[in-house]
């Protein structure tokens, strides 16, 4: 059960945000406002309580508030990002993390890890190697991990930003997944909703409490979905689309 969300809103600076796809063009920050809007609206209709953190204009990024930390059951996660214009983000969500956890670990330099690289899945965390999370980022979460008695696994990765842009876990063993992972071992056991190559972005869907909460314009991703039994809210993240973030990115829900 998600009782709680942090989100950050956006700042001006959004349009000025790492992307991968420039021939998408920048940002229109009055739409991304109003995403963001129906975004917070669609986690408190899940039964989610929302602390939302006001826009830090310094860090273009910082809306993309999961990859600053990792929420588990026990404890939390303090990463150490690792795109260089997101540095100092991490420091700025110690204290808000404080209100909700008195065990908080950190990952330490030459460690890094953003949260877009984690993906739990009970009690287990699969952990993807990218340009964002590095082996010794990875192997510091796993050992954090075992101290709590949870475990860790590291997924190599070729082509994905983060782990979760081409991978996403619906509970109850079902797991959304495309492009590099549909062939990965470390997956076999689940019970997969293949993502068509043109539908990739809608990978990144988040199961919140009785929703899955899937982006608009993606609509065999959504058939998919409630064809599996699950309640759909389509949220539209087009702005966010265009500096490489998705649903996941823009919030931690523990």
């Keep these: ?9 956006p700042g001006h600076s959004l349009v000025n945000g790492i992307t991968s796809a420039p021939e998408l063009g920048k940002p229109d920050y009055g739409l991304a406002i109003k995403q963001h809007d129906a975004y917070i609206e669609a986690l408190k209709s899940c039964g989610v309580g929302v602390t ?38 991490e420091i700025e969500i110690i204290e ?21 690289d984690v993906m739990m899945v009970k009690d287990h965390f699969y952990i993807g190697l990218s340009k964002r999370t590095n082996r010794e980022g990875a192997e510091q979460l796993i050992k954090v991990l075992g101290k709590y008695g949870m475990s860790g696994s590291i997924v190599e990765m070729l082509e994905m930003l983060h782990l979760k842009s081409g991978l996403a876990y619906l509970e ?9 992972y549909i062939n990965n071992l470390e997956f076999k056991k689940f019970n997969k909703i293949m993502i ?19 982006p608009a314009g993606y609509p065999k991703t959504k058939e998919k979905i409630e064809a599996v ?26």
């Design 1 to 9: 059960m998600i009782k709680n969300a942090i989100v950050r809103r």
């Design 52 to 89: 939302v953190l006001k826009a830090d204009e310094r860090f273009p990024d910082s809306c993309f508030v999961e990859d600053v930390a990792v929420c588990t059951r026990k404890f939390a996660v303090i990463t150490n990002p690792g795109a260089s214009s997101r540095k100092g983000e």
């Design 96 to 116: 808000v993390i404080k209100k909700y956890y008195n065990d908080i670990e950190y990952i330490k330099k030459p460690g890094t890890l953003e949260g877009g």
């Design 172 to 180: 109850d063993n079902v797991l959304l997944i495309t492009g590099e």
């Design 196 to 214: 068509d190559e043109e539908e990739t972005y809608s990978a990144n869907c988040i199961r919140v409490n009785d929703y899955v909460l899937v």
């Design 229 to 254: 039994g699950f309640k759909v809210i389509v949220v539209d993240t087009s702005e966010y689309r265009k500096v490489n973030g998705g649903l996941s990115c823009l919030s931690l829900r523990f």
